[in-house]
């Protein structure tokens, strides 16, 4: 007979979880294997970062009430908000994100960006932004693409589609340009020149195991 540690009942057949619950059971078969209850550590999790959202809402409030009191030309408590709403991005992403780490890098390199741009305005737009910070972070991402792909040598080609967003990625500058918000060209057109070349480098290189992994990507025969 088998008792839950949760729900403080007995089950008398030869279950392994509880029937309310589904935590496992204790006092199971001699020398059977039990796991912890996965759900469990989840439903912790979960109390962990609600419970940060709420004092990141908190420290917010407090921050916008002294910058409002304290006013003196700069809405410094929209940075301090904002940083700390990416903070718990983060934060939430590395404990209950079921995602690749592929995606959370994507995610994490484009809200940084749209709080780097957010910093720029807040304090008196300037260009520096769009103009470095911007490109800059593209050519840190190629970066790390060749230091996965050498890394995970014998999986290289996945990260072609990839390399792919990032060229639509190193675009953006270049619209930015032609609309001229871009002021100083120099640094995004090297951006989207070294995306490109990467790409065409891991095609040139691949070779045959390169031209499967893209039909593959897009359903090509």
Request: overall charge positive; glycine content about 8%.
């Amino acid at each position: 007979m088998s008792k839950c540690s949760v729900c403080k009942v007995e089950i008398s057949d030869d279950s392994r979880v509880c029937p309310l619950c589904r935590s496992v059971l204790a006092g199971g078969e001699p020398g059977e294997a039990s796991y912890p209850d996965a759900r469990i550590i989840t439903r912790k999790l979960k109390l962990f970062t609600n419970i940060l959202l709420f004092g990141v809402i908190v420290a917010c409030a407090v921050t916008g009430y002294i910058n409002y009191r304290t006013y003196s030309g700069v809405w410094w408590s929209v940075i301090v908000g904002a940083g700390l709403f990416y903070l718990f991005l983060i934060i939430r992403m590395d404990i209950l994100g079921s995602k690749g780490y592929i995606f959370k890098t994507v995610l994490t390199m484009l809200t940084g960006i749209c709080y780097i741009i957010l910093i720029d305005f807040v304090t008196g737009y300037r260009g520096w932004s769009v103009n470095f910070v911007v490109p800059g972070v593209i050519m840190l991402m190629d970066v790390g693409v060749i230091v996965l792909m050498i890394v995970n040598m014998r999986n290289w080609q996945s990260y072609l589609l990839f390399q792919i967003f990032m060229i639509l990625c190193s675009l953006i500058p270049l619209l930015l340009i032609a609309v001229h918000v871009v002021t100083a060209p120099g640094l995004s057109e090297l951006a989207f020149g070294c995306t490109v070349l990467l790409f065409i480098g891991t095609l040139i290189i691949g070779d045959r195991r390169a031209r499967i992994e893209l039909k593959r990507r897009f359903h090509v025969r």
